[in-house]
T-cell receptor, first 114, second 113 residues
Framework: EAQVTQNPRYLITVTGKKLTVTCSQN?????MSWYRQDPGLGLRQIYY???????DKGDVPEGYKVSRKEKRNFPLILESPSPNQTSLYFC?????????????FGPGTRLTVT | GQNIDQPTEMTATEGAIVQINCTYQ??????LFWYQQHAGEAPTFLSY????GLEEKGRFSSFLSRSKGYSYLLLKELQMKDSASYLC??????????????FGKGTKLSVKP
């Protein structure tokens, strides 16, 4: 089944404790992206990747890191999480960043930082 | 700066037609997406417009006017399951970057019997 998976789905952590949210897709997609969704602010793009070893900042990259060593995986790293990073996170992928290719979203990761 | 505006909430009746508007002011434009998001779930793709005009897909249609910075999503024969948030998003294309996607805050549609 074609899908985007994220782990963990739910995470409660403390300020400053490094964490990684994994994202994997099995569709051989070139483009992958991370978003956070907050009430009243909508979806905001954190980082995206056009292909292996190619990443770029979205609108809200501060406090986050990403890597794209393999085509299928695009982990999101929070080196020192803070309470303002409490949010719902979505990973997404699409065949390419070119026209007419829809993005498939993962199920989301709800992160709480205390 | 980048700005995308949509109404916050709308209400419509089952079986009716509803139009959800989206206006945008962005530096660079390379297409506009519409997504549907049910509460607690991930967004799902509805449509993508890059040229002016109307794209029809079953009960859903999406329109784009690039000169006016305007799009709408038209939902016909509304069903209760259409109660969801509808997200408008613009794909940017500037400074060599083609992967940046900006979302509006979404329109929460409630369909009443």
């Amino acid at each position: 089944e074609a899908q985007v998976t994220q782990n963990p789905r739910y995470l409660i952590t403390v300020t400053g404790k490094k964490l990684t949210v994994t994202c994997s897709q099995n569709m051989n997609h070139e483009y992958m992206s991370w978003y956070r969704q907050d009430p009243g602010l909508g979806l905001r793009q954190i980082y995206y990747s056009m292909n292996v070893e190619v990443t770029d900042k979205g609108d809200v990259p501060e406090g986050y890191k990403v890597s794209r060593k393999e085509k299928r995986n695009f982990p999101l790293i929070l080196e020192s999480p803070s309470p303002n990073q409490t949010s719902l996170y979505f990973c997404a992928s699409s065949l390419s960043v070119g026209s007419f290719y829809e993005q498939y979203f993962g199920p989301g990761t709800r992160l709480t930082v205390t | 700066g980048q700005n995308i505006d949509q109404p916050t909430e709308m209400t419509a009746t089952e079986g009716a037609i509803v139009q959800i508007n989206c206006t945008y002011q962005t530096s660079g434009f390379n297409g506009l997406f519409w997504y549907q998001q049910h509460a607690g779930e991930a967004p799902t793709f509805l449509s993508y417009n890059v040229l002016d005009g109307l794209e029809e897909k079953g009960r859903f249609s999406s329109f784009l006017s690039r000169s006016k910075g305007y799009s709408y999503l038209l939902l016909k024969e509304l069903q209760m399951k259409d109660s969801a948030s509808y997200l408008c998003a613009v794909k940017l294309n500037y400074g060599g970057s083609q992967g940046n996607l900006i979302f509006g805050k979404g329109t929460k549609l409630s369909v009443k019997p």
